[in-house]
């Protein structure tokens, strides 16, 4: 082998080992196949769950500050928060006033499970608007990654038109819990509109 040949082959394998990720990794603004859910540490960021979903989407449970201000540092525009507001009093600070401080955009769609607060398509509808409109990466917490999980995996199946298998699989891997006694219907079902039978239902007592 020539001199030539070989520097020419170490090149190309340089560039094979150290290049960038495909922009089928993007998933905000996108109408694309959507990857699966990627664990990430949580010591000191998030309650009970943290996950990134491509390069621009994160799922987890409730923040910390420290988190707030790194998923800034890290592109993050805009923080979609599912919980009500009895429940962020009792966080030790003000979210809303923080994300406004770091420039970011904070969309609150509090979901209870109530008559005022439903797990329904319009709580559905506003999201995958704000995944359509987003400028930048985008956080969707809510406590501990439950109803995000939930409000997710209707967003792969109606707006993603990903089987529904496939997107239990993949909210499963964060923090679905169907397996929960929860009632008739489950925040998924609510969200979509519609009963799903391939999720899991609590065994009978």
Not at 9 to 16: K, N, R, Y
Not at 103 to 132: C, H, K, Q, W
Not at 172 to 201: A, H, K, Y
């Amino acid at each position: 082998m020539t001199r030539r040949r070989r520097t020419c082959l170490l090149a190309a394998v340089f560039a094979a080992t150290f290049a960038v990720p495909a922009a089928a990794q993007r998933v905000v603004g996108t109408t694309g196949p959507v990857p699966a859910p990627v664990a990430l540490d949580i010591t000191g960021l998030f309650q009970e769950k943290f996950a990134s979903v491509g390069d621009d989407v994160f799922i987890g449970g409730q923040p910390t500050e420290r988190a707030l201000r790194e998923l800034k540092a890290k592109g993050v525009t805009t923080v979609v928060n599912l919980r009500m507001p009895q429940e962020m009093a009792r966080i030790g600070f003000d979210e809303a006033a923080l994300l406004k401080e770091l420039g970011l955009t904070y969309v609150s769609i509090p979901l209870g499970g109530t008559a005022e607060n439903p797990y329904a398509p319009a709580a559905l509808d506003r999201f995958a608007a704000t995944m359509a409109g987003a400028k930048g990466k985008v956080l969707l917490h809510c406590t501990i990654a439950w109803r995000a999980s939930h409000l997710w995996g209707a967003y792969l199946i109606r707006d993603r038109k990903m089987p529904v298998a496939q997107a239990l699989a993949h909210v499963r891997s964060v923090n679905l819990r169907e397996d929960r006694p929860f009632g008739p219907q489950q925040p998924i079902e609510g969200f979509l509109g519609r009963t799903l039978p391939e999720l899991q239902r609590p065994k009978a007592q």
